[in-house]
């Protein structure tokens, strides 16, 4: 079967560093992606992992390890502004279905 | 200049009714996909075309229906809906396979 773990909250301070894990089991993997959304929004992709590595766009990274069938996201100097959820998504294949995981609630306080 | 948009915003029906939903995207993008997201804001696909043509349908109940008019639209039509069909559904496109997906807004379907 698909399943992908993450926990279900994080509280962090504002300026601090946060780390969000994906563990993934999936009877195939392309490559992990990131969306973040915002409560009563859409969801907004932020990161791409096909191979094994860390990826950086500006205060958010994403690192992948296949071997271990783990991912991270990792949030830098954080803001109030990322409170929101945070939702790890595995491609299986090159088809165009992500398998999304329950998401992770960042609550980011003062 | 909105790139994924979704009409209505919000929708509250009763029971038994059929309902449609509209998607548009003005991005260019060959592929749209319709998702459902419960209230525990589990996000599931349902469904995506690719250039008109049906690629994925999930195991969803043939009470739903999309429709892809051309590849820049993707309209969702329910009939006889029931309470578990309240949801928000997303619209999404993306260019390439898989990965960098644009959503829409969001559609509340309210059934009671």
């Known amino acids: 079967g698909q399943s992908l773990e993450q926990p279900s909250e994080v509280t962090a301070v504002e300026g601090a560093i946060v780390q969000i894990n994906c563990t993934y089991q999936?009877?195939?993997?392309?490559?992990l992606s990131w969306y973040q959304q915002h409560d009563g929004g859409a969801p907004t992709f932020l990161s791409y992992?096909?191979?094994?590595g860390l990826e950086e766009t500006g205060r958010f990274s994403s690192f992948l390890s296949r071997s271990d069938s783990y991912g991270y996201l990792l949030l830098q100097e954080l803001q109030m502004k990322d409170s929101a959820s945070y939702f790890c998504?595995?491609?299986?294949?090159?088809?165009?279905?992500?398998?999304f995981g329950s998401g992770t609630r960042l609550l980011v306080r003062p | 200049d909105t790139a994924v948009s979704q009409t209505p915003k919000y929708l509250v029906t009763q029971m038994g009714n059929d309902k449609s939903i509209k998607c548009e995207q003005n991005?260019?993008?060959?592929?749209m996909y319709w998702y459902k997201q419960d209230s525990k804001k589990f996000l599931k696909i349902m469904f995506s075309?690719?250039?008109?043509?049906?690629?994925i349908n999930e195991t969803v109940p043939n009470r739903f229906s999309p429709k892809s008019p051309d590849k820049a639209h993707l309209n969702l039509h329910i009939n006889s809906l029931e309470l578990g069909d309240s949801a928000v559904y997303f619209c999404?496109?993306?260019?390439?396979?898989?990965?960098?997906?644009?959503f829409g807004p969001g559609t509340r379907l309210t059934v009671t």
């Open positions: 075309y690719n250039n008109k043509e049906l690629i």
């Open positions: 992992n096909a191979l094994d």
């Open positions: 991005l260019g993008h060959d592929t």
């Open positions: 999936t009877s195939g993997f392309y490559g």
């Open positions: 998504a595995v491609s299986e294949d090159s088809s165009y279905k992500l398998i």
């Open positions: 999404a496109s993306s260019q390439d396979p898989g990965n960098e997906q644009y």
